[in-house]
């Protein structure tokens, strides 16, 4: 039995075993130290409650666990202990991390404007955990152990972050100024983007990325964009030294979107189709 089916056994709350991690009840168990469990208590939404532990033990684990209890829509909290009937120690080790983890969201919102309203919205989201699994075990609601003046801050940068957030552009409006051959830094920009140098002599991706235009066979990736796009078939070059290059990267497969892989990057067909435009390309 794989380990995901262990897992899915875990769900249903089924007896199951493999390879060292067994679902015996609530409780998810990697040899025999316990790794996750079911509460008998939902949040206000009515999303059951699973704990589970910082650290799994094994490969990939973690997100077998996350997924199954999205899927079951259930809500979770990570928990060095994590166990339906923690004894009252353990109760102590599990609220001090998590209102740990929400002091120092609130340290660093107060730290700096940069980033603040995110760090004040992520030190939001750890309190209402912390409260949570409070309120799941019938303990004392937790509160921020800092001082005034640091609480005072948080809230100041909070308030001037998101005033500075409202007034930065639009994610629409930071790629249409990249497209216009606006140089940006430190902003995300989405899904990746192609355009022309000022000399048009060379290829710039949205990510920082350049190739000169004599290093790339231009013509040939267009017309097989095109040629795949119009029979929805992909094209996969299986003797890596064929593959067409561009610049240091290779060009792994044509999907049958017309969009391309190149090394570690995903090109739309869009964005394919508007180089070709650029270039004059038939």
Avoid at 62 to 71: C, E, I, T
Avoid at 193 to 203: A, F, G, N, V, W
Avoid at 241 to 266: F, K, L, T
Wanted: hydrophobic share 45%.
């Amino acid at each position: 039995m794989r380990q995901t089916k262990v897992v899915e056994a875990w769900v249903e709350q089924r007896a199951a075993a493999a390879d060292g991690l067994r679902a015996i009840g609530s409780t998810l168990y990697v040899d025999d130290r316990p790794v996750a469990c079911w509460l008998d208590r939902a949040d206000e939404t009515g999303a059951q409650i699973a704990l589970y532990a910082l650290r799994m033990g094994r490969s990939r684990l973690q997100d077998h666990v996350s997924n199954a209890v999205f899927a079951a829509r259930g809500t979770w909290l990570r928990v060095p202990c994590p166990l339906p009937s923690p004894t009252l120690a353990q109760h102590e080790e599990n609220t001090n991390y998590l209102v740990g983890a929400w002091q120092q969201a609130m340290a660093a919102t107060a730290r700096s404007t940069r980033y603040a309203w995110s760090n004040f919205q992520f030190a939001q989201r750890e309190a209402a955990q912390a409260k949570l699994y409070a309120w799941a075990f019938g303990l004392p609601e937790p509160h921020l152990n800092v001082s005034r003046e640091v609480l005072s801050r948080a809230c100041r940068n909070a308030v001037v972050g998101r005033r500075e957030r409202k007034a930065e552009p639009s994610g629409e409006i930071l790629r249409a100024l990249w497209r216009g051959g606006r140089e940006l830094q430190h902003v995300c920009l989405g899904p990746l983007m192609l355009r022309l140098s000022s000399d048009r002599q060379t290829i710039e991706t949205s990510e920082g990325e350049k190739v000169g235009i004599a290093t790339v066979p231009a013509a040939l990736l267009w017309g097989l964009a095109c040629e795949c796009r119009q029979q929805q078939r992909q094209l996969i070059w299986r003797i890596v030294s064929e593959r067409p290059r561009i610049g240091r990267w290779s060009v792994q497969m044509v999907c049958a979107d017309g969009s391309m892989q190149v090394g570690c990057h995903n090109v739309s067909f869009a964005e394919i189709a508007r180089l070709a435009v650029a270039l004059n390309l038939r």
